[in-house]
Structure formats: C-alpha cells, structure tokens
C-alpha cells in the first residue's frame, strides 16, 4: 500500500500571500488530519477531517482553514501569510475502524515565509 | 486536560549502549499511546504503540509499557545503533467513546538522540 503523500514539499512564500497545501490519504483511510511543527513550539494539531467535514480544531486562527474531497484527499489553506507561519505541516491520515486509532504520517510540505 | 511530558534531550549515547527516555502523560479519558520517530527530513514514523494499561508496545528491538498507575510509557533499547539517531515523540490519542472519529495526538516536545560509532 502506498503511503500518505504530500504536495508540494517545499515552498517558499511571501509575506501576505496564501498558499494552498495537499495531502493524499493511505488507501482506505477516511480521516485525515494536520499538524503544524516548528522548533519553538513542536508539533500542534491543526484540524482533523472525516467524511468531508471538519471534526476537531485546534487553536489556529482563521486563517488556517482545510478541506476534504469525497476521495478523502485533503488540502488546508493558510492566507495572508506571516513569518511565523514557516513551519513544517505534517498531514496524517487513519483508518476509523479498531480502538488505538494510530496515525500514519506523509513526508511533509516545509513552507517558508520570506 | 490531555499532555504528554517527556524528557528533554539531546540523548547522546555510544553504540550498544541502553536506552531509556522517559514520557509521562496526563488523559481525561482512556488514551492509546504511541511512540513516533522522525528522521532528519522527514516526517514521523509509528514506532510502536499500546491501547490499554499493561500493554507491551515493541517493536525493532524498542519496547515500552504502558502504566497507568505511574501514568507512564518509556522507551527502551537494549542496544542502540547509529542509525537509530533519530527525535523520538511520544504521543497520546484520547478516544472517549469507542468508534468516536475524534483524532488528534497530543505529542510531547521530543527527545533527540544521538548514537556514535
């Protein structure tokens, strides 16, 4: 099977742009979930998809947003960007059935705000 | 609330040396728990994991328990390698209600480690 992937893997933006990150979900997996690390603040949850709407939301302001087709492939969206948005944004997906719930994680997008 | 604590690094060993890093964790309701490594450029991979108090989660000689009166889950090595270098997250997942959809971990700073030849 193949494993999560994520486009594209590096990007480099300017301040007060937006930019539009995707993720492919292992085969059969329903959730999707991402995650935000940087070196200050580690790994934070951004928000996490099944069946196409949003379940749980961490605490990110607005401008981070995301969606989740039918295929369950995900994208999130960061607009107006800041500085202190470059980070690397992990996308993690899992299959709902079983009780551990483990997350399987792609590659990462490294975004760079400049 | 849900945290994980572990303990702070770098963790710099010599090959064949024993492992131990530490990871505490605070849960509302019954969490499953996991230990993730990253190696440089990458993202995280599933170590090992373990669903209910008790459970023994191992695997690639790695091996952690999971305590519930100690609230605990170390991660230990008998004998480390170089190229198990690596930042290792230990991690919780809180599912409150059995086929709840709710997923997000709460990780813990990491710990680098450092294996020399």
């Known amino acids: ?114 | 609330g849900n945290s994980v604590t572990q303990m702070e690094g770098p963790v710099t060993l010599s090959e064949e040396a024993f492992l131990t890093i530490n990871c505490t964790y605070t849960a509302t309701g019954y969490p499953s728990l996991f230990w993730y490594v990253q190696y440089p450029g990458e993202g995280l991979q599933l170590l090992l994991k373990a669903t209910k108090a008790d459970d023994k989660g191992s695997n690639k000689g790695f091996e952690a328990t999971y305590r519930k009166e100690t609230t605990s889950f170390h991660l230990e090595k008998g004998s480390v390698q170089v190229s198990d270098s690596a930042v290792y997250f230990c991690a919780l997942s809180d599912r409150r209600n059995r086929g709840s959809t709710l997923g997000r971990l709460y990780f813990g700073r990491g710990t680098q480690l450092t294996v020399w030849p």
């Open chain 1, 1 to 114: 099977k193949a494993g999560v992937t994520q486009t594209p893997r590096y990007l480099i933006k300017t301040r007060g742009q937006q930019v539009t990150l995707s993720c492919s979900p292992i085969s059969g997996h329903r959730s999707v979930s991402w995650y935000q690390q940087t070196p200050g603040q580690g790994l934070q949850f951004l928000f996490e998809y099944f069946s196409e709407t949003q379940r749980n939301k961490g605490n990110f302001p607005g401008r981070f947003s995301g969606r989740q087709f039918s295929n369950s492939r995900s994208e999130m969206n960061v607009s107006t960007l800041e500085l202190g948005d470059s980070a690397l944004y992990l996308c993690a997906s899992s299959s709902t059935s079983g009780i551990s719930y483990e997350q399987y994680f792609g590659p990462g997008t490294r975004l760079t705000v400049t």
